[in-house]
């Protein structure tokens, strides 16, 4: 136990570690607010989709070879949410469709540019590591972590500042809207919001894991608490906890980061259904 | 003046004409049914009343103090809000979301939500999660959240639908309460027309041939058309 301290205090030295502790909790927290809202909406899938469109960025950018790639990746996404809210209003395809097509399109795009153009001598390693994450918050250049931390205060203020608005859409959205809210700008809004969350929180768990940051605080958080104020809380909270623990826990047994922070979600979900059940009876 | 004037009005969406030269006027403690079939615009004519649809031709108008988003809105329930971890006063306090500026929910506004509260019973589940309900009790919450929108004009979009008989006495009796009582103008779309012949004061009826009139003057319309029959 002392010896595991002991190494943790070596690690947490380090200024690439104290930065990723740093950005974590930031990503973790901004995703979980909003995974409230998108479990709530039932817009999971959406970030889902935006999460694998945005691995089709990644990998453009890293066939360019460019070394700051949240330049590139984020304003596609970006668009790429936008895009998905109007096809949304769109009879032609239906909203679940149109994620699922633009997702596996951005997918398999992604991974042929990476075969045809390889960045480095290993394709397998640099596919694994977008999807998974693996050491990415480790690796963060001092550009994307000023961006990660200000994008995230950014986001956290927008949701404190609308946090009224936001549950009056989110709860019935046809009300809010005949009270005079623009609906449609919250949309937009939470659109654009998830984009660069899941921009963000690719560098925690990867890809294919965002989704997991995004959904698991808010579910468990819904499985305890019965009032909104308290589920975003919960979740806000449950999610640092949860991440920090999930690093310190990879750095300790060297596990890859977003597999463990996600494995630490999920166990949190668990007993908080248990709680859930005994708080029921 | 009357609360709400509206001339000839045409609605419809993509072009295509749903109801036309509709022309009639709520005036203030009215109690309005508007009853129609399937398809025959009642959705569409509500979202005009509300501001958020444009109608095709014609005007809609307010008037005797009543301003536009004054209107509470009592939506139907969407599957969205049946599992929603919310409390009774967050839900009703959220019905202030249009009159409020700043970011949060100032004293005003509590004691707007509270007073609503106490007025549809609701006290005692003040801090009970929305989704733990009956459905009689929701309807009720979301009626106290129209109510902090306006103390003037109600508009309840089918607001007995899924709920048992009882229930749906109980909700009758309420709107009922507060037109009469408390002055409350209502704008009622339902199915039910014998609600429609026991409360209302007026009736639009939409969809084929459009009548606009008093209770009574419906209730002699229907013996004709039964006559006929």
Not at chain 1, 54 to 80: E, I, K, Q, S, Y
Not at chain 1, 91 to 116: Q, R
Not at chain 2, 17 to 43: M, P, Q, R, W
Request: charged letters at 15%; one cysteine or more; a neutral charge.
């Amino acid at each position: 136990m002392t010896e595991w301290l002991t190494r943790l205090g070596e690690y947490l030295s380090y200024p690439f570690v104290q930065s990723a502790l740093i950005v974590g909790v930031l990503i973790a927290l901004c995703s979980a607010l909003l995974g409230v809202t998108l479990v709530l909406r039932r817009f999971s899938f959406i970030g889902d989709g935006l999460s694998h469109t945005a691995f089709g960025a990644l990998a453009v950018a890293a066939v360019l070879h460019l070394t700051d790639r949240m330049l590139l990746v984020l304003p596609v996404t970006v668009l790429c949410a936008v895009l998905l809210l109007r096809t949304g209003k769109n009879k032609k395809t239906s909203g679940d469709a149109s994620v699922a097509m633009l997702s596996v399109g951005a997918m398999a795009l992604g991974y042929l540019l990476l075969n045809l153009f390889p960045a480095s001598g290993n394709v397998a390693g640099d596919v694994c590591s977008s999807l998974f994450g693996s050491t990415s918050i480790l690796t963060l250049s001092r550009t994307e972590v000023v961006l990660c931390i200000v994008l995230s205060v950014l986001v956290l203020a927008a949701f404190v500042l609308l946090y009224r608005r936001l549950f009056a859409v989110t709860f019935d959205a046809a009300f809010a809207e005949a009270s005079g809210v623009n609906v449609g700008l919250y949309n937009l809004l939470i659109a654009v919001i998830s984009a660069v969350i899941i921009v963000l929180a690719m560098n925690l768990v990867g890809s294919l894991l965002v989704s997991a940051l995004l959904i698991f605080p808010a579910l468990s958080a819904m499985r305890v608490y019965r009032s909104f104020l308290g589920v975003t809380v919960c979740a806000g909270i449950l999610s640092v906890v949860c991440t920090v623990l999930g690093l310190l826990a990879s750095i300790l047994f060297d596990t890859p980061v977003g597999a463990t922070v996600v494995a630490a979600d999920v166990l949190a979900y668990f007993v908080f259904a248990l709680i859930g059940r005994l708080k029921k009876n | 003046m009357a609360q709400i004037v509206c001339e000839d009005l045409a609605l419809g969406y993509e072009g295509k004409t749903v109801l036309s030269h509709l022309t009639f006027s709520v005036e203030a403690g009215d109690y309005l049914c508007i009853v129609g079939e399937n398809g025959s615009g009642k959705t569409t004519l509500m979202k005009t009343l509300l501001g958020l649809r444009r109608p095709l031709s014609g005007a809609v108008r307010f008037g005797d103090g009543v301003k536009k988003n004054e209107i509470g809105y009592l939506p139907q329930q969407t599957a969205v809000q049946r599992d929603f971890p919310a409390s009774v006063r967050e839900i009703v306090l959220s019905g202030c979301v249009g009159r409020c500026r700043t970011p949060f929910y100032g004293k005003k506004e509590r004691a707007v939500a509270e007073e609503q509260i106490e007025r549809l019973g609701l006290a005692p589940l003040r801090d009970r999660c929305y989704r733990e309900l009956s459905g009689g009790q929701q309807q009720r919450v979301l009626l106290a959240r129209a109510l902090c929108a306006t103390q003037k004009l109600l508009l309840l979009d089918e607001p007995v639908a899924g709920l048992d008989p009882k229930m749906t006495e109980e909700m009758y009796a309420i709107v009922e309460e507060l037109n009469r009582r408390h002055g409350i103008t209502v704008l009622m779309i339902t199915h039910d027309l014998s609600a429609a012949r026991r409360y209302a004061t007026h009736v639009l009826h939409i969809g084929g041939e459009i009548f606009f009139g008093t209770r009574e003057e419906y209730l002699a319309r229907g013996k004709e058309g039964d006559d006929r029959d």
